[in-house]
């Protein structure tokens, strides 16, 4: 069963086209990849995806419901978690505080006005939950500036499960991170994953990890969908090849 | 709870305060209450607001007319000036907060001075330049020490309001919206919404603080929606240090010490303003509160210089 | 109603599009370009007005070369005050600009108070503009024919600076991308002090241009600045054709406004920002923002 679907995207920026009929199809409980070069299009279709563009022609549908062109945080609202490139959430805050006010936000209760954040238990006992799933419990009280990239990044995926989501959107979330540490993470995210019964869909350029993570891969080029398969077939499509060693990836 | 003995001190302030000296502490409450509502949105959405004057306004005119038209009593206008203010906010904030910071600041300035012009040119409604004058609030509520009392509890609502707001989820989302805008909106957060909600809080209480001024100087004139008293609650916020959370407050007060000083001896007040702007904007862009606290920072024991509140 | 009538309203719409055109043009450029919003534009635009009257004493025979000597002037003016004032705070928060931007609005405005009082100052109209011109039977001031004259050739010779030498290039460029422009090797401080000083230089010609036809008081800067930025949200930002297209619909809906109108006119310019808002807010010739990662 298809949790998320998107059927012939297209998008284009002041007449050049980005996406030209773009179709994906996540599998439940699957962990699916999306490749290609820079400016190949995943960033778009991933921002088209999580409500920060529209499409100009297409439709996506999240557990056979319609989400085309609904905005991020509605998307957000209905169990799929997106977490950017640049993980800085919520500087200002604590560790504890940033991952509870998420907890709060994809329930839509970040509305209430006068009573304060620390009553609300469930809230916080959900985002400690988080923390320790991403082995950040010992740092609740830190506030989030002071935390060097590889917590911030765990710190951003306890936000993203804060809302207890079927579906996990990641953008590039190896960016910045060393061979080691990318090793780490890789392990770290399926463990938790698995762990969770979460479906993942992220995209990045470091097909190596890619061929590690993935059950399913797809491979975009020049805003059209190159090839799509299990990480076997895709290491074998001539294609790909051809594409990742010309353009470098 | 430094809070709660700055307000103690206040209330056994009043009764040595001369007349003069009750008006000039009402109206640095006033001031306060009006500047905290700008730090409301710049403070804790990022939202820079040239346009506060307009709530400022609209909360005066709704008082004033209500009293002198309407024949109400004084106490009944005040909450609906809240409302008519925050009924302001609304449609202005819905037009204005869809955009950039940038545009959004010189939007919230451009619909101020258009009620400004509405006011000044409806002669008919609004008395135009001859404003509404002849506003004593009767009985008790005329006199000074009550009014000063009346002022300080509902300055004080005002602030123990803000204070709340800003340890609940709501103003932590607005401090996630500021943080990152994406990634709040991508945790579920409605932006405009929230964005707009402040807004409007903000545009009450400033309507609120205009109407108590209205009262407090017998009449309410066309400049209440100027564009130089939108000023007045950027400039006691930053005098005071947009930080700090009473900083908008200890601005007002020190504001309104300046100005009695130097309108008495030049009228070119505006000019000392700018260049105080400027001053602090340059070097001091902390504020008062800023340096204070940061100066008790590195006294770690003893004396702490000056009574600087929270 | 008779023709005539109609074509006198539509030229004084054009005519005061022209001076808008002016004094906007430059804070859509300062603000595309270097990310400024320049709060104090209408101050150097009421700024031009003044010294108009002030390097020509009144006199209307000094009136050619006055001007000239307001374009140079505003733009040694614009140079300096970017150099001292703007330049600190680029690296600060886009908050802290406006507050710079505007206490420097709140600094003119009182110098002018103080240098030329709070009157009005008022200039005459030069000789070659004395007689009337007649359209359709109806006699209008032949000024208003030197106004759109000169708001149309400002704006193609500034088409063309852009558009046609290397130094337009690179302001046009960093309307898009400021930090590739860096990375190339431009000397941006240097480009920056170029724009705001022709931005204020326009400014303050299209303050001085306006002088004969109407007075110059202090508070012209605040609502000089506010007709600016309507302009530029119509328009759409870093456009000079936004520029000249707001300015003629905003010249035109206020004329229309006072033939239809009058007690309302001035909310109409408000109503069509509001329009525009709401239906394409990055402006009519702008360009939608990408989304920012």
């Not at chain 1, 409980?29 to 070069?37: D, I, M, N, R, T």
């Not at chain 1, 190596?208 to 074998?236: C, F, M």
């Not at chain 3, 230089?201 to 012209?220: D, F, R, S, V």
């Amino acid at each position: 069963m298809a949790l998320l679907e998107a059927k012939d995207i297209y998008r284009s920026f002041q007449g050049f086209l980005a996406l030209a009929g773009v179709s994906l199809s996540v599998a439940e409980g699957s962990f699916h990849a999306l490749v290609g070069p820079n400016g190949a299009g995943k960033t778009t279709l991933f921002n088209v995806i999580t409500g920060r563009l529209r499409p100009d022609r297409g439709r996506i549908t999240y557990e056979g419901r319609e989400i085309t062109g609904w905005p991020t945080f509605r998307i957000a609202r209905m169990g799929l978690a997106i977490s950017f490139q640049r993980a800085q959430p919520f500087l200002s805050m604590t560790v504890l505080e940033a991952v509870a006010v998420a907890r709060l936000g994809y329930q839509g209760r970040t509305f209430t006005l006068l009573r304060p954040l620390r009553d609300f238990k469930e809230a916080l006992a959900q985002a400690e939950e988080a923390l320790q799933k991403v082995g950040l419990e010992k740092q609740t009280s830190k506030r989030v500036s002071e935390l060097p990239l590889g917590d911030l990044k765990r710190l951003d995926v306890a936000i993203a499960l804060a809302g207890r989501p079927k579906l996990l959107l990641l953008d590039e979330p190896l960016a910045g991170l060393s061979r080691a540490e990318r090793r780490e993470m890789v392990a770290f995210i399926r463990e938790l994953l698995r762990k969770e019964g979460v479906t993942l869909l992220f995209t990045e350029h470091d097909t190596e990890a890619v061929l590690h993570l993935a059950d399913r891969i797809t491979v975009l080029h020049q805003g059209r969908v190159l090839a799509e398969g299990s990480p076997e077939e895709i290491r074998q499509n001539a294609e790909v090849r051809a594409a990742f060693l010309g353009g470098g990836a | 709870m430094r809070l709660l003995w700055f307000f103690i001190a206040l209330v056994v302030l009043g009764p040595w305060l001369s007349e003069y000296g009750l008006k000039l502490a009402s109206e640095a409450l006033i001031l306060g209450l009006y500047a905290m509502a700008f730090n409301l949105l710049f403070r804790q959405t990022g939202l820079l607001s040239f346009g506060q004057a307009a709530f400022f306004g609209l909360g005066a005119y709704t008082m004033a007319l209500l009293v002198a038209r309407g024949g109400w009593p004084f106490p009944a206008t005040l909450p609906l000036a809240f409302l008519v203010s925050a009924l302001g906010a609304l449609v202005i904030g819905f037009l204005s907060i869809r955009l950039s910071r940038i545009y959004f600041t010189m939007l919230t300035l451009a619909f101020a001075q258009l009620l400004y012009a509405v006011a000044h040119k409806w002669y008919a409604f609004t008395g135009g330049d001859n404003g509404i004058t002849d506003l004593r609030p009767p009985g008790i509520w005329g006199e000074s020490l009550f009014y000063y009392y009346a002022v300080l509890f509902l300055f004080a609502l005002g602030v123990f309001f803000l204070w709340a707001l800003e340890r609940s989820p709501f103003g932590y989302a607005l401090r996630a919206l500021r943080d990152n805008r994406a990634r709040a909106e991508a945790v579920g957060i409605n932006a405009f919404g929230h964005l707009l909600l402040a807004f409007v809080i903000s545009g009450a209480l400033s309507g609120l603080a205009g109407a108590l001024q209205g009262a407090l100087q017998r009449s309410v004139f066309p400049d209440y929606l100027f564009w130089t008293r939108s000023a007045e609650a950027i400039l006691a916020t930053i005098l005071g240090g947009s930080g700090v959370f009473l900083g908008p407050a200890i601005g007002a007060t020190v504001f309104l010490l300046l100005r009695v000083v130097v309108q008495a001896n030049t009228e070119y007040w505006p000019f000392f303003l700018g260049t105080l702007l400027l001053l602090m904007v340059l070097f001091f862009p902390k504020g008062l509160g800023g340096l204070a606290l940061e100066m008790a920072r590195k006294w770690p024991k003893g004396e702490r210089r000056g009574a600087s509140g929270s | 109603m008779d023709l005539g009538f109609y074509a006198l309203q539509l030229l004084t719409g054009l005519a005061y599009a022209s001076t808008l055109f002016l004094l906007s043009v430059g804070l859509s450029l300062i603000f595309g370009a270097m990310g400024i919003v320049n709060f104090a534009h209408g101050s150097f635009y009421m700024l031009g007005a003044y010294f108009l009257y002030a390097f020509t004493r009144g006199q209307a025979d000094g009136f050619w070369g006055g001007l000239l000597l307001v374009l140079a002037t505003g733009f040694v003016i614009g140079a300096f005050v970017e150099r001292i004032f703007i330049r600190r705070v680029y690296a600060r928060p886009e908050e802290y600009q406006i507050l710079l931007t505007y206490a420097l609005l709140l600094i003119i405005e009182d110098l002018v108070r103080f240098f030329f009082g709070t009157g009005y100052r008022a200039f005459p109209m030069p000789q070659a503009f004395a007689g009337p011109l007649f359209l359709f039977g109806t006699p209008f001031p032949s000024y208003y024919l030197f106004l759109i004259g000169l708001a149309a050739i400002s704006a193609l010779l500034l088409g063309l600076f852009l558009y046609r030498t290397r130094l337009g290039a690179w302001i046009r460029a960093a309307t898009q991308d400021r930090e590739m422009l860096e990375a190339l090797g431009v000397n941006v401080p240097l480009l920056y002090t170029v724009v705001f000083g022709m931005g204020i230089a326009l400014a303050a010609l299209g303050g001085a241009a306006l002088l004969p036809m109407q007075a110059a008081t202090p508070g012209m800067a605040v609502d000089a600045v506010i007709n600016a930025f309507i302009v530029v949200v119509i328009g759409g930002l870093a456009s000079v054709w936004g520029a000249l297209l707001g300015a003629v619909l905003i010249g035109l809906v206020q004329a229309l406004g006072v033939l239809f109108l009058p007690e309302w006119a001035m909310v109409f310019p408000f109503a069509l920002m509001a329009l525009v808002l709401l239906l394409r807010p990055w402006g009519l010739l702008g360009r939608p923002p990408a989304v920012r990662t």
